[in-house]
């Protein structure tokens, strides 16, 4: 009948997202002006050592306030900086911005440990990367150990041999690399062995970690991503550690580092100072 036709057809208008195509449009335009104008804020989220709870780095995450919409995910506008090609542009953007702001605290405090940055797959595909990246180095005198990148394994990547040159210049460079949101990707064994063996470190997903107590299938995935970690002989850090009896299992596991609202949830730079107040000696 009509009226469930219609019912189904509004369900089939929202799915398809046709009410959302306006505010895609909005963002689409405006995401750039945001760069420009430099809205795009960071925050930053400790990463730690299981063991003794130190903090080991900061993983920088864009937040973009937008004046009508509000709060946006960068999941959302991630996604359209890639759709449009605005990737690379943004992540340099991000680049120099956490480059700028570590060297600040390197002047300010006695130990500042690397801060991580997330660099979408597209970016990484792209040619002369490594060089642009150097340039932002340069040019905010960030030591090239001050800084760590993190790639998202995906099955995503197209151009591989571009992707894997770039990730061999970027290493050549001396900046250490991450494997971001391992286990998710559905890459092809091959190339997660191909990624895996690049970079020093694999960040394990928290879709892993988070029914890990209850779903055994979870726990021998997270078994196997810590041996594969454990044979090419880089670190493993498990993400989205969100209570105690998580944190028991990576020490049980003997997984080395951890990230997670239960240890620390992602804080502005104002707060990073307190804790670099705290844990490390002021010149
Ligand atoms: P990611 O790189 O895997 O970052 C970790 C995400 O998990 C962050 O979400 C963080 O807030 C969230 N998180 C941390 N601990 C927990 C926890 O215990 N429980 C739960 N449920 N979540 C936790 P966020 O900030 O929304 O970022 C989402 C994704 O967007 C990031 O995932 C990253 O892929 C991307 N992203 C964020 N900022 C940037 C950026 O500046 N550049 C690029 N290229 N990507 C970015
Ligand atoms: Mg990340
Ligand atoms: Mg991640
Ligand atoms: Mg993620």
Redesign the pocket.
């Known amino acids: 009948n009509s009226k469930q036709y219609s019912r189904s057809y509004y369900t089939f208008a929202q799915a398809s997202g046709i009410g959302g195509l306006l505010r895609q449009k909005i963002l689409i335009d405006e995401l750039p002006i945001a760069v420009e104008h430099d809205q795009i804020n960071l925050?930053y989220?400790p990463l730690y050592r299981v063991n003794d709870q130190q903090i080991i780095g900061f993983?920088?995450?864009?937040r973009w306030h937008h004046p009508t919409l509000g709060n946006v995910?960068?999941?959302e506008f991630?996604k359209i900086?890639e759709d449009t090609g605005f990737?690379i542009e943004?992540?340099l953007y991000?680049l120099g911005k956490v480059c700028r702001q570590v060297v600040m605290w390197r002047q300010q405090f006695t130990q500042v440990p690397p801060i991580a940055?997330?660099?979408?797959v597209r970016?990484c595909e792209s040619n002369g990367l490594a060089n642009a990246v150097a340039q932002v180095l340069q040019q905010t005198r960030c030591p090239r150990h001050a800084i760590n990148i993190?790639i998202?394994e995906t099955a995503e990547v197209i151009h591989q041999d571009d992707f894997f040159r770039n990730i061999d210049e970027l290493k050549a460079l001396g900046i250490e690399l991450a494997v971001?949101?391992f286990g998710t990707g559905y890459s092809s064994l091959g190339l997660l062995q191909a990624l895996a063996s690049r970079v020093n470190k694999i960040?394990i997903?928290?879709d892993l970690i988070r029914n890990i107590e209850t779903v055994p299938l979870n726990k021998v995935l997270f078994k196997l991503a810590l041996e594969m970690a454990q044979t090419l002989n880089i670190s493993a850090l498990a993400?989205?550690?969100?209570n105690e009896t998580q944190l028991q299992l990576l020490k049980q596991y003997h997984c080395e580092y951890a990230?997670?609202?239960?240890l620390h949830?992602?804080v502005d730079s104002q707060q990073i100072e307190r804790l670099l107040e705290n844990s490390c000696a002021k010149h």
Do not use: A, M, W
Not at 59 to 62: A, C, F, Q, T
Not at 117 to 120: G, L, Q, W
Not at 239 to 242: A, C, F, K, L, R
């Open positions: 925050v989220q993983e920088s995450l864009s995910s960068p999941v991630i900086c990737n943004f992540d991000v940055v997330n660099f979408s970016t993190e998202t971001d949101d960040k997903d928290r993400e989205g550690i969100e990230q997670g609202y239960f949830k992602p």
